[in-house]
């Protein structure tokens, strides 16, 4: 047994002063507001939150950071930088800068990731010995880095509607839907890692697959992701091909249920949003990229409204800042109805926690409560960014580096700022730079 006590603490009644968290075996024990600190206790400064889910990563997208903005451009430009990128990797090169991000993702108060997995095969598409070689790295880099990992596995058919892949894509792609599916049955889960599915989106998977990777979710009860609606063009070109919307084409091959989890939404439409709604899907935005990317702002006022949860997530990881996606989910519906205050603290924390983890198939953590994993995150209240701020407001206030000490599973994974790994951002450099030569 041992027992962490916080001057403030966010539980699911909100913030309260004074609480002792027991842990026994990775699990809280028990919660006890008001309580005076015992001699052995581990102290947190500032206000500890639950550990903060990553709805949505592409690993090695990481190394593109600073390196796609000297012209202008839009999402398809973009992508033909990540292909280069991505043709590039090995399983070796790949754990490197996995390690390296998901250490970065702990330092700012993650302690879970749902790994968005589409870099399956070699060269030319050519399986590794271990069809799932690709898969294998980015759960030991995840276990090392201290983080949990929902590990979404990906099924990605077309180049295109009605194009077969080419070039950097074959490293993407299984010759059929069932293909995937045997190949993705392979795959393990751990105490660390649980195993789901990805539609990567409707203009690379065809409707006569989508049913196939929905059932693979269903039976497994496993969490399904996919992108939707990123841009336009993907809208325009469903329409066109198959008279419906992207958000119509899951519902109507049974991929849009409660165990589904939409990534951007950022062009929906407002039938799109009641089928969201009803089905109970979670929508994850992903603030950063989305301007990183010019993607446009997803209505996430109507999509909460009509019934979806929202969570967050880094995506390309242009920022690894998951309190400043929260935030985002606020300021970009700021941006968007003129109005403020679309979101209370309370709900930028849910999805900054609770959502996110229960959209990455892990219901129950996420909370400061008897029964939950044990991860904690402690933020700073004594910052120049934060210095001031009411602790239950303080989400609207920190960011990543305000976040000083991270518990995952009762693991001590980040204490005063600095990864038990050491200096991350050394690591991430010996990670990035051979990338690039």
């Not at 916080?6 to 539980?11: E, G, K, P």
């Not at 599973?409 to 005063?416: H, L, Y």
């Given at each position: 047994m041992t027992a962490f006590w916080?001057?403030?603490?966010?539980?699911p009644a909100g913030v309260r002063p004074e609480v002792r968290i027991e842990v026994a075996d990775g699990v809280i024990v028990a919660v006890s507001p008001g309580s005076a600190p015992q001699a052995d206790d581990t102290r947190l400064p500032g206000?500890?939150?639950?550990?903060?889910?990553?709805?949505?990563?592409?690993?090695?997208?990481?190394?593109?950071?600073?390196?796609?903005?000297?012209?202008?451009?839009?999402?398809?430009?973009?992508?033909?930088?990540?292909?280069?990128?991505?043709g590039r990797l090995t399983p070796d090169t790949y754990?490197?800068?996995?390690?390296?991000?998901?250490?970065?993702?702990?330092?700012?108060?993650?302690?879970?990731v749902g790994e968005f997995h589409y870099l399956h095969h070699g060269p030319g598409g050519i399986p590794y010995a271990d069809p799932n070689a690709m898969a294998a790295v980015l759960q030991q880099a995840a276990r090392d880095a201290g983080v949990r990992l929902t590990l979404l596995d990906t099924c990605y058919l077309e180049g295109g509607i009605g194009r077969p892949l080419d070039g950097v894509q074959l490293r993407f792609g299984d010759p059929t839907a069932d293909a995937w599916a045997e190949r993705a049955a392979r795959l393990a889960?751990?105490?660390?890692?649980?195993v789901g599915a990805a539609i990567h989106s409707v203009r690379a998977v065809p409707p006569a697959a989508l049913g196939t990777v929905a059932a693979w979710a269903h039976e497994r009860d496993a969490p399904l992701h996919v992108h939707l609606s990123e841009q336009p063009a993907e809208n325009q070109a469903a329409v066109t091909a198959y008279g419906r919307t992207p958000a119509r084409l899951l519902a109507d091959h049974g991929a849009l249920t409660a165990r589904t989890t939409a990534v951007h939404a950022n062009h929906v439409t407002a039938g799109d949003v009641a089928l969201l709604g009803a089905a109970g899907a979670s929508v994850c935005a992903c603030p950063t990229t989305e301007q990183d990317l010019a993607d446009g702002l997803a209505?996430?006022?109507?999509?909460?409204?009509?019934?979806?949860?929202?969570?967050?997530?880094?995506?390309?990881?242009?920022?690894?800042?998951?309190?400043?996606?929260?935030?985002?989910?606020?300021?970009?519906?700021?941006?968007?109805?003129?109005?403020?205050?679309?979101?209370?603290?309370?709900?930028?924390?849910?999805?900054?926690?609770?959502?996110?983890?229960?959209?990455?198939?892990?219901?129950?953590?996420?909370?400061?409560?008897?029964?939950?994993?044990?991860?904690?995150?402690?933020?700073?209240?004594?910052?120049?960014?934060?210095?001031?701020?009411?602790?239950?407001?303080?989400?609207?206030?920190?960011?990543?580096?305000?976040?000083?000490?991270?518990?995952?599973?009762?693991?001590?994974?980040?204490?005063?700022?600095?990864?038990?790994?050491?200096?991350v951002a050394s690591l991430l450099a010996r990670a990035v730079a051979p990338l690039w030569r």
């Open positions: 916080a001057a403030h603490a966010w539980l206000v500890v939150f639950p550990g903060f889910a990553n709805a949505h990563s592409h690993a090695f997208h990481r190394a593109l950071r600073g390196r796609t903005h000297d012209g202008r451009g839009s999402f398809w430009t973009w992508r033909e930088a990540m292909y280069s990128l991505a754990y490197e800068l996995a390690l390296a991000t998901y250490a970065e993702m702990a330092l700012a108060g993650v302690s879970v889960a751990d105490e660390n890692t649980r209505p996430t006022g109507p999509l909460r409204a009509a019934g979806s949860p929202l969570c967050v997530g880094s995506d390309q990881h242009a920022v690894v800042d998951l309190l400043l996606e929260a935030r985002l989910l606020e300021h970009h519906e700021r941006l968007r109805t003129g109005e403020r205050g679309a979101f209370a603290p309370s709900t930028l924390v849910t999805a900054l926690t609770e959502a996110g983890h229960a959209a990455l198939g892990w219901p129950g953590n996420g909370r400061l409560a008897p029964g939950a994993a044990a991860d904690l995150v402690a933020v700073r209240t004594d910052t120049v960014r934060t210095a001031g701020a009411d602790p239950a407001q303080v989400v609207l206030a920190a960011g990543g580096a305000d976040v000083d000490t991270v518990v995952t599973g009762g693991r001590v994974v980040v204490q005063d700022g600095t990864h038990e790994r050491g200096d």
